[in-house]
């Protein structure tokens, strides 16, 4: 199956600072989904990207569909940022099936 | 308009038991999908379900795992006979039509297991 890989594992930075979390995908997608799972542990949604860039506030996300890869871009990071953001995609071989596979996720915490 | 919706949110059983996980979809949304995440890990694909239909369950343990959607009412994931392993997160997901489309997640039910 699709194999989804996230960088980096873990991510500090102190409030107002920018990040880029990175998704690399092995297989051609039907969809891409970014997701933030707060303390709490529910999971926000925050972009269907499958190619393109959108903006979303201080967030923001590039899909480069023929070279295999996402970003996400959290800029001016707010303590309120923190937990870990998972990548997610859809294989475009994977039949009649819609599954979403996820990659293992960015711990990110955001210190004052 | 309410999200997807999943009960109860905490799960508390005792091993042995039967553990029942329901899902209500988004209004208008037909396909359903349960993930499973363990502690400290990305969540799981475990089956996709259309009503009355299950289309996928190729993530779903062959035994004491089962799902259905009927044509009235919620998703139900439920778990026979429980062990310790089976204490996860499990969410629910669902979207308009199978393929190209979003999937909405629910808050997820926390099943513990003594």
């Known amino acids: 199956g699709i194999q989804v890989e996230q960088s980096p594992p873990d991510l500090i930075l102190q409030e107002g600072a920018n990040s880029t979390l990175r998704c690399n995908f092995s297989?051609?997608?039907?969809?891409l989904q970014w997701f933030h799972q707060n303390p709490w542990g529910q999971l926000i949604n925050l972009f269907y990207?499958?190619?393109g860039t959108k903006q979303n506030g201080r967030l923001s996300a590039t899909t480069v569909a023929t070279e295999r890869y996402s970003l996400l871009y959290i800029s001016s990071s707010q303590t309120t940022d923190s937990g870990v953001y998972f990548c997610?995609?859809?294989?475009?071989?994977?039949?009649?099936?819609?599954?979403?596979?996820f990659g293992t996720g960015t711990r990110l915490q955001v210190t004052l | 308009n309410a999200g997807v919706m999943q009960n109860p949110r905490h799960l508390v059983r005792r091993r042995g038991q039967e553990a029942r996980l329901r899902c209500s979809p988004m209004?208008?949304?037909?396909?359903v999908y349960w993930y499973r995440q363990l502690p400290e890990e990305g969540l799981k694909f475990m089956v996709y379900?259309?009503?009355?239909?299950?289309?996928?369950e190729s993530g779903m343990p062959k035994e004491r795992f089962s799902a259905e959607f009927p044509k009235e009412g919620p998703s139900i994931l439920r778990i026979q006979q429980v062990v310790r392993g089976d204490s996860a997160a499990y969410f629910c997901?669902?979207?308009?039509?199978?393929?190209?489309?979003?999937?909405?997640f629910g808050d997820g039910t926390r099943l513990s297991i003594l």
């Open positions: 209004k208008g949304h037909s396909h």
């Open positions: 379900l259309q009503k009355e239909n299950i289309i996928d």
């Open positions: 997901a669902s979207s308009p039509t199978g393929r190209d489309q979003p999937q909405h």
């Open positions: 997610a995609v859809e294989g475009y071989n994977t039949g009649t099936a819609s599954k979403l596979t």
């Open positions: 297989d051609s997608v039907n969809n």
């Open positions: 990207i499958p190619s």
